[in-house]
């Protein structure tokens, strides 16, 4: 079976015909599977370099306004130097890091938070991305490095979702049992979705790297990770799903 899928699917392949015998493909097949094929090779590429490069010109269009013209290798070179602004970046980054680590720089951001904390719209979008961030990059967060399936948004539908850590708080106050915070994101932008509270025993954890199931969520469900890592954990089957509440 996945011979005949081979041949179908390759360029120059032939498929059967009627009575099981082998049917030559037209030239115009052939071509048309020679430029789908030429896309799926080129698009990823060309697009992703396109991306790069673009942050690349942006950074170093900025940086070459920030170094002086006797710093500049611009001006003593016949070419560009790509990826001055990353490297620029990175010191500017790495010193406000350092600066900040200290006691004046500790200061100055109490000073300036308390700032921020007296401007009304201001203090919570800040509040709110400097939690975020907090979050995302602590060294001891677990935030988004798990992969689960929950059935939502009603039972016997599943659907991918994201631990970002435990439930605490409040909300852990209201419920009896542990639960976890998930986040499910759409398809395709994987920037939105809902957050949802789930008993720790209602999800089944997967084996998938925090990447294939961005993947998966973007691509639709076509982008599938190999068998052999998705089902790493054993199949779906053999964990038990959550069994329906009898009626009085």
């Known amino acids: 079976m996945r011979e005949n899928l081979g041949r179908r699917l390759l360029p120059g392949g032939e498929g059967p015909g009627e009575g099981g015998t082998v049917k030559p493909r037209s030239l115009l097949a052939r071509l048309r599977t020679y430029l789908f094929a030429g896309i799926v090779v080129t698009a990823p590429v060309s697009i992703t370099f396109l991306i790069v490069w673009q942050i690349l010109d942006f950074l170093d269009t900025t940086a070459s306004r920030l170094i ?12 560009g130097v790509p990826g001055i602004g990353i490297v620029l970046m990175l010191v500017i980054l790495t010193f406000i890091g350092w600066f ?9 951001m109490r000073m300036g938070e308390r700032v921020l904390d007296a401007m009304p719209v201001v203090r919570s979008i800040y509040s709110a ?5 907090e979050t995302v990059l602590a060294e001891s967060s677990r935030s988004f490095r798990e992969v689960i ?21 409040e909300i852990a ?13 759409t398809t395709p932008n994987p920037t939105s ?18 990447e294939d199931g961005i993947k998966l969520v973007i691509s639709g469900g076509i982008v599938v990770p190999p068998v052999e890592v998705a089902t790493a954990a054993g199949p779906l ?11 009085s």
Do not use: H
């Open 68 to 79: 002086p013209a006797r710093y500049d290798p611009a001006n003593y070179l016949p070419f």
């Open 100 to 108: 900040a680590a200290g006691f004046v720089g500790r200061s100055l």
């Open 129 to 133: 991305l400097k939690q975020i961030f």
């Open 149 to 169: 399936m929950i059935e939502w948004p009603r039972r016997g539908v599943w659907v991918i979702g994201f631990v970002t850590g435990p439930t605490k708080g």
């Open 173 to 185: 106050q209201r419920f009896d049992g542990e639960f976890v915070n998930v986040f499910v994101p």
């Open 193 to 210: 979705g809902f957050l949802v509270f789930v008993p720790t025993r209602d999800i089944i954890r997967l084996d998938m790297a925090v």
């Open 237 to 247: 089957a053999a964990q038990p799903a959550p069994s329906e509440p009898k009626a």
